[in-house]
């Protein structure tokens, strides 16, 4: 976790320096946009994660950089305002963790730089083009969460030999899940499971 904290105050603070600037701080207080789908107090947690990799980095909050914060509480359909105002606020650089929120973001601004934290494929998200070279303005960290499936199942079935059937809650619109759908039989083939996906259609909360 301190490694992933320390990677994306790093990411954030190497383009608020500026080109060949290293790490150093701005002569004025970067504006960073934070664009969460959860709540403030959900987010709350986040929140102080990244403020303790800037800490680590020397960035002190208020004298080299300040957090401009939008929730949308849980709401998916609020993300794309959200994004708006951020950009109509001119903030330096967007924060954003969650795939849907990110889609927002960058279909509202394509100069402002987004850094994203995700959990699936940014690639097959339609985030960046490439893991190697993503192009645009996206950049950020990622997990590629949906690798684990087969881990997952093989661990659950280790730990309740029992088990027979797995029920899924998952967002079927997102293209994770949509992923996941497509390789779920030969996940669960080695484990000796059936796995049955039950939609949840809250946009907000899907794969970060």
Excluded: C
Aim: hydrophobic content about 40%.
């Amino acid at each position: 976790m301190t490694t992933r904290r320390r990677l994306l105050a790093g990411i954030v603070t190497g383009i608020l320096a500026g080109p060949g600037r290293g790490h150093a701080q701005p002569t004025k207080p970067a504006r960073i946009g934070r664009l969460s789908p959860l709540s403030a107090e959900a987010d709350d947690s986040n929140l102080a994660a990244f403020r303790r990799g800037l800490r680590e980095l020397g960035w002190v909050e208020g004298q080299h950089y300040t957090i401009e914060t939008r929730f949308a509480d849980g709401k998916g359909d609020r993300l794309p305002g959200l994004a708006a105002e951020l950009v109509r606020d001119r903030v330096d650089l967007i924060l954003i963790g969650s795939t849907p929120g990110t889609l927002a973001v960058k279909k509202a601004t394509t100069t402002i730089p987004i850094v994203m934290v995700t959990t699936g494929d940014p690639v097959a998200g339609g985030l960046v083009a490439s893991m190697r070279r993503p192009g645009g303005n996206v950049t950020g960290v990622t997990a590629l969460g949906q690798a684990l499936n087969v881990k997952r199942l093989e661990i659950l079935k280790e730990t309740l030999p029992g088990v027979a059937r797995v029920a899924v809650l998952a967002n079927t619109r997102s293209p994770y899940t949509r992923q996941f759908l497509a390789e779920r039989d030969d996940a669960a083939r080695a484990p000796g499971l059936q796995v049955r996906v039950h939609e949840g259609r809250d946009l907000a909360f899907g794969p970060a």
